[in-house]
């Protein structure tokens, strides 16, 4: 049907190749788009089988076979209505009686997600500091030990705190009680990491983020190379109804032919900020896992190509200098939300869910793909607004 994992390309190539319709005389370069809600059908259907759009459509196809080739995943991805759907998902995987281990500064939604899974007691929360491996280990085999079933949850770099999970050691760990690793890979995006290589059973995306890359899409995925829990999946997004629509699935894959270029202009544009903050004055805090000086720089050199394009900064005067600045920019986009070519912002205690471990004047930087002398000079002039607060 369509042409896909080329092994033997680069991923960046790949992004460009991948969920094409097969080349043939005449053939579209694109898949096409189709709206139908259901298909021509007769008799007993198989799984593969295009019959209600629900269950899949053939426009989720070449968007899944793309994300695949991405994570170099066994099977196609399976693609959700947002990433939460796909989240939500792969919080049924935890089997009844069993305990989710998750970093405590996760995306807030996942937490919270998780909570609402313990208060209706069926399964047990425990919130770590993924960064720290001999707590998130300790947590694992603790909870082996007291007969529940651990699913460590990975985000690695967090949202927004940027810690970095040490992932091979934390999934050799998890395994060795039989154990499950599920990892949000939204942050780094499967040019930056490919957890399912570094031990995660389950892949999960906010394709909103990098992957569609234009703050025009919401749609998530989740990845897995196990036949079984691949089933399940499929069976949680058919029954559970969180589906792609396909306009969403197609501007996904569109947007995703520019990954390259969107991660290597904005990852560049990110370290240059992080470089130009670290010395400012009117700075109190920068944080980005490509400064030497973050804590956990030489785990994220080891398991990632690339840092990311996120950075945390802590303006000098608190929360009234961090909103001062935030209104006073032009440029950078005051709102919620990542991975979009154009560089924005949040103070993320604005919202009442975020962990109250978050700093309350802290601001998480996505970092867009215009020129960095334009970037740093709109945050330049907004840093002295904001310091007049301090
Ligand atoms: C945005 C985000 C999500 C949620 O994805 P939606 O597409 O908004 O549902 C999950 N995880 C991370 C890390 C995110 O940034």
Request: hydrophobic residues 45%; without cysteine; negative net charge.
């Amino acid at each position: 049907m369509t042409e896909n994992h080329e092994p033997h390309l680069h991923p960046d190539t790949r992004t460009v190749t991948a969920g094409r319709p097969a080349r043939q005389e005449q053939a579209p370069v694109n898949p096409p788009v189709v709206l139908s809600s259901t298909y021509v059908s007769t008799g007993s259907p198989d799984s593969g089988d295009l019959v209600y759009a629900r269950l899949g459509t053939e426009t989720w196809l070449p968007l899944e076979e793309a994300l695949a080739a991405l994570e170099q995943a066994a099977l196609p991805a399976l693609v959700f209505g947002s990433g939460m759907g796909a989240i939500s998902a792969a919080l049924d995987l935890v089997p009844a009686g069993g305990e989710v281990i998750i970093p405590r500064h996760s995306y807030h939604a996942s937490l919270v997600a998780a909570r609402h899974l313990a208060e209706r007691s069926r399964v047990r929360v425990t919130e770590v500091d993924i960064a720290d491996t001999a707590q998130v280990v300790a947590a694992v085999q603790a909870s082996a030990d007291g007969g529940h079933e651990p699913v460590l949850w990975v985000e690695s770099p967090t949202n927004p705190m940027l810690e970095v999970a040490d992932l091979p050691a934390l999934a050799e760990a998890t395994h060795a009680v039989g154990g499950l690793v599920i990892a949000d890979n939204t942050f780094a995006t499967p040019l930056g990491q490919r957890p399912l290589g570094l031990g995660a059973d389950v892949v999960v995306h906010s394709v909103t983020k990098y992957l569609a890359g234009h703050s025009d899409v919401v749609l998530g995925a989740a990845l897995t190379d196990d036949a079984g829990l691949h089933e399940r999946l499929r069976t949680r997004r058919s029954i559970g109804g969180a589906v792609a629509g396909p306009w969403e699935a197609w501007l996904a894959l569109r947007g995703m032919r520019t990954l390259a270029l969107r991660v290597e202009r904005s990852q560049r544009n990110a370290a240059a900020l992080a470089e130009h903050l670290r010395d400012h004055p009117q700075v109190v805090a920068v944080s980005y896992p490509g400064l030497p000086d973050h804590p956990q720089h030489a785990r994220a050199a080891a398991q990632m190509s690339g840092f990311g394009s996120i950075l945390t900064l802590r303006p000098a005067g608190g929360v009234r200098g961090a909103e001062a600045l935030t209104r006073a920019l032009r440029l950078w986009v005051p709102a919620t939300s990542l991975g979009g070519v154009e560089s924005s912002l949040e103070r993320r205690r604005r919202f009442a869910a975020e962990a109250v471990t978050v700093p309350e004047d802290l601001l998480r930087l996505s970092v867009g793909i215009e020129d960095v002398s334009d970037l740093i000079a709109d945050l330049d002039q907004a840093l002295e607004v904001a310091s007049h607060y301090a």
